[in-house]
């Protein structure tokens, strides 16, 4: 079937791909590549990938597209499933006979009610869905594939059995020819990653249990599963030879430098192609493996702190303690390793107290860079059903706003989601505004003409963020 692989167009600046941790808009405009989506159009030879919102694309850019395919498959989310929806009857209104399905995490753990909530969804695809398009993609029967949810001739919806876990990585095809034929690289963006940057995974999978987190609990599942050295590395080499403008690589496995033998090997063959890259980190690693990851081209890490509170990150099952958070920030600091943290507010245990302990962290480890994100209980995740036994979803609020903005979704009895959503505003000012941190972002701008003009842009976009939070709090 001819295949149309989509990321619908939404709210401006609004950054829906799976490679984001939160879909939503950001402090400063950035894009994650849309890997997941970009997977599955590899497994169908002749197909065509559209990531709207990076590009800028509306209805009207894509229709005939639309209208021209026999099989679209859009990715969705909780935040953009109602927008998502919105372009399905879309679609069905130009293209009534086309097949289309749905795929993402919301749809992989809610599909009953996905295909009740939109008649235009003929299926949705769940967990690792790649071989399953690729069936649907080659004219399969639905009846006894694996892997979907559909509504049969009687409009009765049915439910296949689960597709087995892929363990074998290889068998999937790279990424990249996808976004050679299909995406337009420089508009991906990276607040504390060059540009133009490329990111991809070396595998799936996480061991970590944190409460929060989505792939691990609605997709990829906890078992790390991995593509053999040789094949990340053939991927390099074609990234090299077709994207020479990348500055920048950036491998968006949740867990790589869990394996200390693996990122350690891959590091050194990384090293003697000369290089430069990046990954997410736990704050654990030791500090001779992150000697070896410096010494081979490891420019920063992405690593998700959560919070400077050690129960709450018990309560987050984290599985990370405060003193080795610290001392691999030190680490860092010393080897010459940039950081980028991520902290997270209204966490269960959250008070006006643990916010602070988690600013005082933020400026002791101090990380070049941070983003402050609000506790985001999607569906599918150990939060969402903890959130809904303890009744702390505030009834009046949803995870995002009607423009992408993220809001604060959770109550607590000594802490209300008005006042996580506002501490996200104090944290950020707190953090930047002091006269050392400001030194250091004008010293790195002075010394280096090319981010003079990035950090105005940034700067600009980063102030208006604030200003909507501010009258968001006003209304």
């Known amino acids: 079937m001819k295949s149309l692989f989509l990321q619908a167009p939404s709210y401006d600046g609004y950054d829906g791909g799976a490679g984001a941790r939160y879909q939503m808009k950001r402090e400063v405009k950035s894009f994650w590549y849309p890997t997941w989506l970009a997977q599955a159009a590899a497994m169908v030879e002749g197909s065509k990938l559209i990531d709207a919102p990076p590009h800028k694309l509306h209805w009207k850019d894509i229709e005939d597209d639309v209208k021209n395919h026999e099989l679209i498959v859009i990715h969705t989310s909780t935040p953009s499933f109602k927008s998502d929806c919105k372009t399905a009857r879309m679609i069905k209104e130009v293209n009534p006979h086309c097949k289309l399905g749905f795929i993402g995490a919301k749809v992989s753990v809610q ?39 559909y509504r049969d001739a009687s409009g009765s919806i049915v439910h296949n059995a689960e597709r087995a876990i892929l363990t074998d990585m290889d068998k999937l095809p790279s990424v990249l020819p996808i976004y050679k034929r299909d ?13 133009p940057y490329m990111s991809w995974y070396t595998g799936r ?26 094949y990340v590395l053939d991927e390099v080499r074609y990234m090299k030879e ?9 491998f968006d496995d949740g867990t790589l430098t869990d394996n200390h033998e693996r990122v350690e090997a891959l590091a050194k063959e ?29 420019r920063i890490l992405l690593v998700g702190y959560e919070s400077g509170n050690q129960q709450i990150l018990h309560n987050i099952k984290k599985g990370l303690r ?60 150990f939060l969402y059903n903890q959130a809904k036994e303890n009744g702390w ?27 996580i959503f506002e501490a996200v505003e104090w944290f ?21 003409p090319e981010m003079f003009g990035r950090r105005l842009r940034e700067g600009v976009e980063f102030f208006d963020f604030l200003k909507t939070r501010e009258d968001m709090i006003v209304s």
């Open 111 to 149: 599909p009953t009610e996905s295909l009740e909530a939109e008649p235009a969804i003929d299926f949705v695809a769940r967990n690792e869905y790649e071989f399953t398009i690729q069936e649907i993609a080659n004219g399969a029967k639905w009846d006894g594939l694996a892997g979907i949810s």
């Open 183 to 195: 995406l337009k690289i420089e508009n991906y963006y990276g607040g504390y990653l060059k540009h």
């Open 205 to 230: 999978g996480c061991k970590s249990r944190c409460t929060f987190c989505l792939w691990p609990q609605t997709i990829s599942g906890h078992n790390y599963r991995t593509h053999s050295i040789p």
């Open 242 to 250: 077709n994207f020479p403008q990348v500055r920048e690589i950036f």
């Open 270 to 298: 990384l090293g003697k192609m000369g290089v430069t890259w990046s990954c997410n980190a736990k704050a654990n690693v030791p500090r001779r493996t992150l000697e070896i990851m410096k010494e081979n081209g490891l």
């Open 322 to 381: 405060v003193d080795v958070a610290r001392q691999f920030s030190k680490d860092c600091h010393e080897l010459g390793i940039l950081v980028h943290g991520t902290f997270i507010l209204g966490l269960p245990g959250e008070t006006k107290q643990t916010i602070q302990e988690t600013l005082n962290f933020a400026k002791e480890v101090n990380p070049r860079t941070l983003q402050v994100s609000l506790a985001a209980p999607y569906p599918g995740t």
């Open 393 to 419: 979803f505030a009834s009046d609020v949803d995870l995002l706003t009607d423009d992408g903005t993220q809001i604060a979704p959770l109550n607590y009895d000594n802490l209300s989601h008005s006042e």
């Open 428 to 448: 950020y000012k707190k953090f930047y505004f002091r006269p050392s941190k400001i030194a250091e972002i004008v010293g790195e701008m002075v010394t280096n």
